[in-house]
């Protein structure tokens, strides 16, 4: 049994080497379209795990992502239009904007019950949606606000490509350390019981935010690379039925598994594309998808899978730490 248990402990590392490989040589069997889906599909899947640390580890249900990745966006586009920032300093800046965002709302709404945060959240991503929509002459509203790109005006999609590849790969790592870490120790416990955790020292409310604050940064960080990435943004990005789609790959993947909502979200986009000669009803297939899902198999259609092979996930975590007392 020992023997078995020790030879299966490279085997994450072992897929996970072959993973980056063969997205590493993709670009050179697919044309281009193909690796402008794909790119979209790791944007997503940078949403979806983010999206998956929040409530699979915090126990936060969220509406905003859409709208700190449409802060990060319009803060990179706004800073090139008027002040001519570099590209890189844009991203940094609105990585950092959706991030002070994270903040106000965490510290103003997270001192309460969690339906608080859904109801602020989807009224937060509404309101905000409006100003960018009516302000056309800050943001030209519908008309689309025009952003310079990040590789300049090269046709080719291979920087961008790799570059997002990148951003998605460091982003899992760092939700990958921080679920393994104090922090996710604190997150999981806070999730589990919030009574239990605060009788045992947690600061419920410093981590409740801190997640918070980590993920908005994550998905305005999407945002900013989006903006530089197709170079015209509009309010439409952050409708209500985006949001619902990056909830649904979180879902669908493994709400309570990184890896499995970061995988989740890249089939699902790409699966969208796949079945766009089906019109609506595609969206109909994966609203029965998420039914399903949903009755069947809660913790998502991939994470079982992981949890089999690997052994891992947030419950399994919980099961098998004791709180130690917090800071």
């Given at each position: 049994m020992k023997i078995t248990q020790h030879l299966r402990v490279p085997k994450p590392w072992i897929i996970g080497v072959l993973a980056l490989c063969a997205a590493l040589v993709l670009p050179l069997f697919i044309k281009s379209y193909w690796l402008h889906v794909i790119i979209v599909a790791y944007l997503y899947?940078?949403?979806?795990?983010s999206w998956s640390f929040l409530a699979g580890y915090a126990g936060q249900f969220s509406f905003g992502h859409m709208a700190f990745m449409a802060i990060g966006a319009y803060t990179s586009g706004l800073l090139?239009?008027?002040?001519?920032?570099?590209?890189?300093?844009?991203?940094?800046?609105?990585?950092?904007?959706?991030?002070l965002a994270g903040f106000v709302i965490g510290y103003l709404v997270l001192r309460f019950k969690a339906a608080y945060l859904a109801l602020f959240t989807i009224a937060f991503s509404e309101i905000l949606r409006m100003v960018l929509k009516g302000e056309t002459q800050i943001t030209d509203g519908d008309h689309g606000l025009k952003v310079?790109?990040?590789?300049?005006?090269?046709?080719?999609?291979?920087?961008?490509?790799?570059?997002?590849?990148?951003?998605?790969?460091?982003?899992?790592?760092?939700?990958?350390?921080?679920?393994s870490s104090r922090i996710g120790?604190?997150?999981?416990?806070?999730?589990?019981?919030?009574?239990?955790?605060?009788?045992?020292?947690?600061d419920i409310v410093h981590y409740k935010i801190l997640a918070f604050v980590i993920t908005s940064m994550m998905a305005g960080l999407?945002?900013?690379?989006?903006?530089?990435?197709?170079g015209l943004i509009t309010p439409s990005m952050m409708v209500l039925p985006q949001m619902g789609l990056v909830i649904a790959m979180a879902i669908i993947g493994g709400v309570e598994n990184l890896a499995a909502?970061?995988?989740?979200g890249i089939l699902i986009q790409i699966s969208l594309e796949v079945l766009r000669e089906l019109g609506a009803w595609r969206l109909v297939f994966f609203g029965a998808l998420l039914v399903v899902t949903l009755r069947f198999a809660r913790n998502g259609l991939l994470a079982p899978l992981f949890q089999h092979l690997f052994a891992f996930g947030p419950r399994a975590e919980g099961r098998k730490e004791t709180l130690v007392d917090g800071d």
């Open positions: 899947a940078i949403l979806a795990s090139g239009k008027y002040i001519a920032l570099p590209p890189l300093l844009d991203i940094l800046a609105g990585t950092l904007a959706a991030g310079v790109k990040l590789f300049g005006e090269t046709i080719s999609r291979l920087p961008y490509y790799y570059t997002i590849l990148a951003v998605l790969g460091v982003v899992l790592v760092l939700l990958f350390a921080l679920s120790m604190f997150l999981r416990a806070i999730r589990e019981d919030e009574e239990a955790a605060y009788a045992r020292g947690v999407s945002g900013s690379f989006y903006a530089h990435y197709i909502a970061a995988i989740g």
